[in-house]
């Protein structure tokens, strides 16, 4: 047997919350069996690389993160995950240094399969090189259970995978399959270990949350209730739940709860109802308006993020416009823009009338811009206010970040004596006076409340 206590590993994400959250879970397994993070400036023996597929952009940041993890990492195992694994695994592992591309199926086998390559002789692994092990995607039945915290303050655990919205431009279910979940016991379970490990805040993430229990016949809302009982967790947070699936009973469930936050994160992707329906998306904006609404009746001082996609097939300038003007009228606080990819496979290509790459630019900017000016004026409600703040490490000792519970950024300057700075303590929650704007407008400059 192989000492794997001697290898050192390296590991690149790309894209989503989720996909940090599986990555880290895998470098926690490697890690279990001794493998070390590899330091800046050696070489590794290990690459895991966990991939996005959700543009073409994202395509061409994969094979850059391949080629040059190839190269910086000479002799190493080289192991890629993830959907753009999944979508196009005889072009991934057709590319030089790449060993073995494992689909959704099969990512939470990557640590039998680095043992098993490491074992080989190098005239075996050279044989073996180029592998790759996917299925069809009815076949993409397993779930792969992560919660895990990495270098960062909070905890993502992730509760649910898969989706069966096939909207018309996304490659999500081709890329990670139906819908299925953790059972709730399991879940809280990881909730506790992590407590135990001293996390204060956990973020729900999944590819399609609030369809959580397809798998084992409970509701997100059941979950939910059960994660609130943990002890030690101070703060919850729901990554992105689609609006038709933000029910009542768990909008009121967040409203009372103990550890749930005024915060939310809503897909949107076109404030034009006949762009929607080009979608197939389960809502009109009509819908959408009520669902933010309540949310604020509920919770009023709720941060509401939201996710648009601009430059869709069937876009026109005209149905952009009706976009932007239904955007601009909701109470919300952020918006994510992306400017859509063609994605081949996708429903969306049949679609007549195509945006121009300019015009999606330009489309994605305005966006930007109100974006901007929602979350400033959102962020200069808060002036003056006292509001709890989980305190997170900063690169400079003597400055702190952190969220507040409704998921403001806030700069804390600490004091500069080695007593005063002792006694504030990373992963700590605290009450905090906010103030004006840090020096880019990124944050408010808060004052820990003794």
């Known amino acids: 047997m192989i ?63 391949i080629n040059r993890l190839v190269r910086n990492h000479p002799g190493a195992i080289v192991v890629v995950t993830g959907c753009y694994a999944q979508l196009k ?24 399969a680095i043992i098993e390559r490491m074992q080989m002789m190098p005239e075996e692994r050279l044989l073996a090189a180029h592998e790759h092990r996917t299925v069809r995607t009815a076949d993409i039945l397993n779930f792969m259970p992560s919660c895990s915290c990495g270098d ?35 879940l809280v379970s990881q909730a506790n270990e992590a407590a ?17 229990g397809k798998t084992t016949g409970e509701s997100f809302l059941d979950l939910l209730k059960e994660l609130d009982k943990v002890e030690g967790i101070e703060r919850y ?24 936050m005024p915060h939310f994160h809503i897909p949107l992707q076109s404030g034009s109802d006949e762009v929607l329906r080009l979608m197939r998306r389960k809502y009109d904006t009509a819908f959408f308006r009520q669902k933010i609404e309540r949310v604020l009746q509920l919770m009023p001082d709720a941060f509401i993020g939201v996710d648009t996609i601009v430059g869709t097939r069937g876009e026109t300038e005209e149905l952009f416009a009706d976009a932007y003007n239904f955007m601009a009228s909701l109470p919300v ?25 300019q015009d999606k630019k330009d489309r994605c900017q ?21 509001r709890k703040v989980l305190l997170e490490h900063s690169k400079n000792k003597f400055v702190m970040h952190g969220f507040t519970d409704n998921y403001i950024r806030v700069e804390i300057n600490l004091p500069r004596d080695n007593e005063s700075l002792s006694q504030i303590k990373d992963n700590t929650i605290v009450d905090v006076c906010l103030g004006d704007w840090n020096a880019d407008k990124t944050a408010l400059m808060g004052e820990i409340v003794q």
């Open 3 to 65: 000492n794997l206590k001697e290898k050192t590993a390296i590991y690149y994400t790309l894209g989503c919350k989720l996909n940090f959250a599986e990555t880290s879970t895998i470098g926690e397994e490697l890690k279990a069996h001794g493998v070390k993070t590899v330091r800046k400036g050696e070489i590794a023996d290990i690459c895991v690389i966990n991939t996005c597929s959700v543009t073409e952009v994202a395509d061409s940041k994969c094979r850059q993160a």
């Open 89 to 112: 695994p005889e072009q991934v592992s057709a590319m030089e240094g790449v060993d073995l591309v494992l689909g959704s199926n099969e990512k939470g086998q990557i640590v039998d």
């Open 152 to 186: 960062r303050t909070r905890y993502f655990l992730k509760v649910q995978d898969g989706c069966d919205y096939y909207c018309t431009y996304c490659t999500i279910p081709f890329a990670r399959g139906r819908s299925r979940n953790g059972s709730i016991s399991l």
């Open 196 to 212: 135990k490990a001293g996390a204060k805040e956990i973020v729900i993430t999944g590819v399609n949350i609030g369809d959580f």
């Open 237 to 260: 947070r729901i990554s992105s739940i689609e609006p038709n699936l933000l029910t009542e009973e768990v909008l009121q469930f967040c409203a009372q709860s103990r550890a749930f």
């Open 333 to 357: 606080a952020q918006y994510h823009v992306f400017p859509y990819s063609e994605r081949p496979g996708t429903k969306a290509l049949q679609i007549p009338h195509s945006v121009r790459p």
């Open 366 to 386: 305005k966006i930007l811009d109100l974006s901007e000016d929602i979350t400033h004026r959102f962020y200069e409600r808060y002036m003056g206010a006292t």
